[in-house]
């Protein structure tokens, strides 16, 4: 079992132990006890009573039956709420920028996609992306106020001091767009700004519940290529927070050799992957992939009536064309995963 974030009982740290203690309660689906969050959690009895007091009255957890444990009083289960608050995530990716409505237990109960505008005009990035955000809650049908905020997750460069998308590579336009402070005002939530490889990180240890590893690396492939790392429970994000660009390491590219980068086989990792050169080389070695469908797809939201329709590209398998005997190897179709 993985360990539990650990608190302090100290006063000025309230903020710090609800979120230690709701997390404890968020990570065990059967739910707690008082008892059983001051062992994972290490705050004292007290602590942990006048925690969860808070956090029942805002609506966060439960009570929810009782347990018997030997001798004495049976023990309160504590549990979440998860449609008690809720979350935007964005993801800004060079193809696409991706929206998501969470629920406190990290469920989807709404998502969107628009294309990613250019930032030419910095003010035309914020009104597509807090319109997109506004028309997300509105659809999903859930209550304006409980929703924490918003979390963009942006390709780096970024200056998250500051909230500035500075110069991503993959993005030539978005030059010291500030995206943080712009968005906040457009849409009245708090906005969190990140870099995409750490909250790819974040969301991993997020999800993985119980079974969550202290120490892992996240490999992160997109239009780019990154690496989350996570040390002791806690993403590194390094001296700017921009840890992570992993796309320069040269290795041996072997079959995907001839990078503008590389030296004979030797080149840059990311490189060698990227999505657009990979779909050329299958080309030229006779996979043929037909165009991605726009198909219907059904989305259904948690307060509605009836189901969402929207359309997003649905890209199907590719079959294998094989090529006529050169004397050289050919794709056999097999999964290498």
Same mark, same amino acid.
């Given at each position: 079992?993985? %360990?539990?974030?650990?608190?302090?009982?100290?006063? *000025?740290?309230?903020?710090?132990?609800?979120?230690?203690?709701?997390?404890?309660?968020?990570?065990?689906?059967?739910?707690?006890?008082?008892? %059983?969050?001051?062992?994972?959690?290490?705050?004292?009895?007290? &602590?942990?009573?006048?925690?969860?007091?808070? +956090?029942?009255? /805002?609506?966060?957890?439960?009570?929810?039956?009782?347990?018997?444990?030997?001798?004495?009083?049976?023990? @309160?289960?504590?549990?979440?709420?998860?449609? *008690?608050?809720?979350?935007?995530?964005?993801?800004?990716?060079?193809?696409?920028? @991706?929206?998501?409505?969470?629920?406190? /237990?990290?469920?989807?109960?709404?998502?969107? #996609?628009?294309?990613?505008? &250019?930032?030419?005009?910095?003010? %035309?990035?914020?009104?597509?992306?807090?319109?997109?955000?506004?028309?997300?809650?509105?659809?999903?049908?859930?209550?304006?106020?409980?929703?924490?905020?918003?979390?963009?997750? *942006?390709?780096?460069?970024?200056?998250?001091? /500051?909230?500035?998308?500075?110069?991503?590579?993959? +993005?030539?336009?978005?030059?010291?767009? $500030?995206?943080?402070?712009?968005?906040?005002?457009?849409?009245?939530?708090?906005?969190?700004?990140?870099?995409?490889? &750490?909250?790819?990180?974040?969301?991993?240890?997020?999800?993985?519940?119980?079974?969550?590893?202290?120490?892992?690396?996240?490999?992160?492939?997109?239009?780019?290529?990154?690496?989350?790392?996570?040390?002791?429970?806690?993403?590194?994000?390094?001296?700017?927070?921009?840890?992570?660009?992993?796309?320069?390491?040269?290795?041996?590219?072997?079959?995907? /050799?001839? &990078?503008?980068?590389? *030296?004979?086989?030797?080149? %840059?990792?990311?490189?060698?992957?990227?999505?657009?050169?990979?779909?050329?080389?299958?080309?030229?070695?006779?996979?043929?992939?037909?165009?991605?469908?726009?198909?219907?797809?059904?989305?259904?939201?948690?307060?509605?009536?009836?189901?969402?329709?929207?359309?997003?590209?649905?890209?199907? $398998?590719? $079959?294998?064309?094989?090529?006529?005997? #050169?004397?050289?190897?050919?794709? @056999?179709?097999?999964?290498?995963?």
């Amino acid at each position: 079992m993985a %360990e539990h974030r650990r608190g302090a009982n100290l006063p *000025s740290i309230g903020g710090f132990n609800r979120t230690v203690v709701l997390d404890a309660v968020r990570r065990s689906p059967d739910g707690l006890s008082r008892v %059983e969050l001051a062992s994972r959690t290490g705050l004292s009895a007290q &602590t942990v009573s006048n925690v969860t007091r808070f +956090l029942i009255e /805002a609506g966060m957890i439960v009570e929810s039956g009782t347990v018997v444990a030997g001798r004495g009083k049976p023990r @309160t289960i504590l549990r979440l709420e998860p449609g *008690s608050r809720y979350a935007v995530g964005v993801h800004v990716d060079p193809a696409v920028v @991706t929206y998501v409505l969470l629920d406190l /237990a990290g469920t989807v109960v709404a998502s969107s #996609t628009t294309s990613t505008p &250019t930032a030419d005009d910095p003010s %035309e990035v914020v009104r597509t992306i807090g319109s997109a955000v506004d028309g997300l809650i509105a659809d999903a049908g859930v209550d304006v106020d409980g929703v924490l905020g918003v979390g963009i997750a *942006s390709p780096g460069p970024i200056d998250v001091d /500051a909230g500035i998308v500075v110069d991503p590579p993959f +993005l030539p336009r978005w030059r010291d767009v $500030p995206l943080r402070d712009a968005l906040a005002e457009a849409t009245g939530y708090p906005v969190l700004l990140e870099k995409d490889v &750490t909250a790819a990180a974040v969301g991993e240890m997020f999800l993985a519940g119980e079974s969550s590893a202290r120490n892992f690396a996240f490999v992160y492939f997109g239009t780019g290529f990154g690496v989350g790392l996570v040390v002791d429970h806690e993403p590194v994000r390094g001296v700017g927070s921009n840890a992570g660009d992993a796309g320069h390491i040269m290795v041996d590219q072997r079959s995907l /050799a001839g &990078t503008l980068d590389g *030296s004979g086989t030797r080149g %840059e990792v990311g490189a060698a992957v990227a999505p657009d050169r990979l779909v050329r080389i299958a080309r030229e070695r006779g996979w043929r992939c037909p165009a991605a469908a726009t198909l219907p797809v059904r989305s259904r939201p948690a307060v509605r009536s009836r189901p969402v329709v929207r359309s997003r590209p649905v890209v199907r $398998p590719c $079959p294998v064309v094989r090529p006529r005997p #050169t004397g050289r190897s050919r794709p @056999t179709g097999r999964s290498t995963r």
